[in-house]
């Protein structure tokens, strides 16, 4: 990734943004593209936004540094935070797709419409598909609000962005704490099937 060229973000960008959490993670955060602070640190979701983020998953009891790994759609920062480009997206499907296949989460949590809209194909209405589970490739997908969206309309009443957000993680969570339970369950039904 960071030789590429394929598109033209490298010309105004600093680095290649690529990921922070953790890459065995079991759940997978995509949100759009790195922004000037993302882009001078070098690592997705460090400014106002991640914190933002990071505060909502403690508060479902996810850790940011083990429990998650983060990343966005586009891995150069556009110019002046302009949302990317469909040939901007489209030229960094495949590096993404290569991190899904090598991460293997069982859950992919899509942050904002630019993520919704490039993996799912489904144009606008995050505020409609959002804490709706989909089904893609194999594996279960959770859209959420962006954090950035989130700053922008700060209010904590319950039905507000914040509280529909934190309860869309805790959806996250408790089908994360389902899967992990089941895979236990198989694996101790294995080890029984194996024993003579
Ligand atoms: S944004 Fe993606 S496709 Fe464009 S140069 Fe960076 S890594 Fe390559």
Request: proline share 8%; glycine share 8%; hydrophobic share 40%.
């Amino acid at each position: 990734m960071e030789t590429c060229r394929v598109c033209d973000l490298p010309v105004t960008n600093t680095q290649v943004v690529v990921s922070r959490g953790n890459p065995q993670a079991k759940l997978m955060l995509i949100g759009e593209a790195p922004g000037a602070f993302e882009d001078e640190i070098g690592k997705p979701f460090v400014g106002r936004s991640g914190k933002v983020l990071d505060r909502l998953l403690e508060s479902v009891g996810l850790d940011p540094q083990t429990d998650v790994y983060i990343t966005n759609v586009v891995k150069c920062r556009p110019p002046n935070n302009r949302r990317p480009t469909g040939n901007e997206i489209a030229s960094s499907l495949p590096w993404l797709q290569q991190q899904i296949e090598l991460v293997d989460p069982y859950v992919i949590a899509l942050a904002g419409s630019t993520a919704v809209e490039a993996i799912l194909a489904k144009k606008g209405g995050i505020t409609r598909l959002r804490g709706q589970w989909q089904d893609w490739q194999g594996r279960l997908l959770m859209p959420l609000l962006h954090p950035a969206y989130l700053l922008r309309n700060p209010s904590k009443a319950e039905g507000a962005p914040i509280a529909l957000t934190r309860g869309d993680l805790m959806e996250v969570c408790s089908r994360l704490n389902q899967i992990k339970q089941n895979s236990l369950v198989s694996e101790m039904d294995l080890a029984r099937d194996r024993q003579p």
